[in-house]
């Protein structure tokens, strides 16, 4: 994966501080056991001086040097087992003087070898989506504030049920999918007029989601699509369609008010087409109507969008009546 320098600079910054923690956790540990039982160190003495005779034994040519080696092999083992005993018997578990890792896979250095470790990718993700969520009203919108005294009881003629009843269903809903919200499924399609609603709660679910620590993208359709287009022709720096692409949750707001051209239109495609190929999760929100978007998009992109579960949004313009 192509990772953007500054991100990356700022990922390798992260994991130098989580070994220096880690590392004084180890240093206090071992003093704690040092001190507490000293037994401990003396099995350790002899733990170095038996590994110490494999290395002599490595250059002995007698007949039975392999007989000496397995018998010096199977002392390292009971001496092991002691140590372990010991720190059970006080309290500790048997690791507990062990190196402490948050990625076992790199031990937290980020190399795995000849690529960059997927804990580094995924700092990396976490702090460019950090950066393109700064101006979204996260702690403003959350399901405790959904208003929903603002939507009327009374339904259209023609309609089955009220604003209100609609709403309390979709705020239900909403609920839900952030209270069981997992990497794979096939996400929200919102569909209302302006002032609805549909941005805060896809807000609120980002909020929830961000607390059991899933990678969420908000924004703009427009914003993206601009930003993906600079940085691919080369005006910007950055990776912004290998984030939207990757990230566990990805939240486009205004579909339908980006610029209708076959670039714009071939990068959305590739955003969902990718995201579901990979069964990852998607908010979009459109004040379009159903037949507005059959209308602007291909029917191969259209199908895709309505594949996802689709709420309907009703009632008056909020940010009207709060004017």
């Not at 699509?225 to 990805?250: C, H, P, W, Y």
Request: proline fraction near 2%; include cysteine; hydrophobic fraction near 35%.
């Amino acid at each position: 994966m192509r990772l953007n320098k500054i991100y990356l600079d700022e990922a390798l910054n992260k994991l130098n501080e989580v070994r220096a923690k880690n590392t004084k956790t180890e240093a206090n540990r071992r003093t704690e056991v040092m001190n507490k039982l000293p037994q401990y160190a003396e099995l350790e003495q002899q733990l170095m001086h038996t590994m110490g005779q494999i290395m002599n034994l490595a250059l002995d040519k007698s007949r039975d040097a392999v007989a000496k080696i397995d018998k010096v092999i199977d002392n390292i083992k009971q001496i092991r087992g002691q140590m372990d005993e010991l720190l059970e018997k006080n309290g500790y578990p048997a690791d507990y003087l062990d190196p402490i890792y948050n990625c076992k896979k790199c031990r937290d250095t980020g190399n795995t070898g000849n690529e960059w470790c997927e804990c580094l990718c995924r700092i990396s993700n976490e702090i460019a989506a950090a950066e393109l969520n700064e101006n979204a009203p996260l702690s403003r919108s959350r399901f405790d504030n959904f208003d929903l005294s603002r939507y009327p009881k009374t339904a259209d003629d023609g309609d089955d049920a009220s604003p209100f009843e609609i709403m309390n269903d979709n705020l239900a809903f909403c609920k839900n999918y952030a209270d069981n919200f997992s990497e794979k499924g096939n996400g929200i399609l919102m569909l209302g007029a302006t002032g609805l609603g549909k941005t805060h709660l896809s807000l609120a679910i980002a909020n929830e989601v961000l607390k059991k620590g899933f990678c969420v993208i908000y924004g703009s359709l427009p914003t993206l699509i601009k930003k993906i287009q600079n940085e691919q022709f080369n005006r910007a720096e950055g990776d912004t369609m290998t984030l939207v692409t990757s990230a566990d949750l990805l939240i486009l707001d205004d579909l339908g008010a980006e610029n209708n051209t076959d670039w714009a239109v071939s990068a959305l495609y590739e955003i969902i087409n990718t995201r579901q190929n990979h069964g990852l999760q998607m908010i979009i929100n459109t004040n379009l109507t159903a037949y507005e978007l059959k209308e602007r998009y291909q029917d191969r992109l259209f199908s895709r969008m309505f594949s996802m579960k689709v709420l309907f949004f009703s009632g008056n313009d909020n940010r009207m009546e709060l004017s």
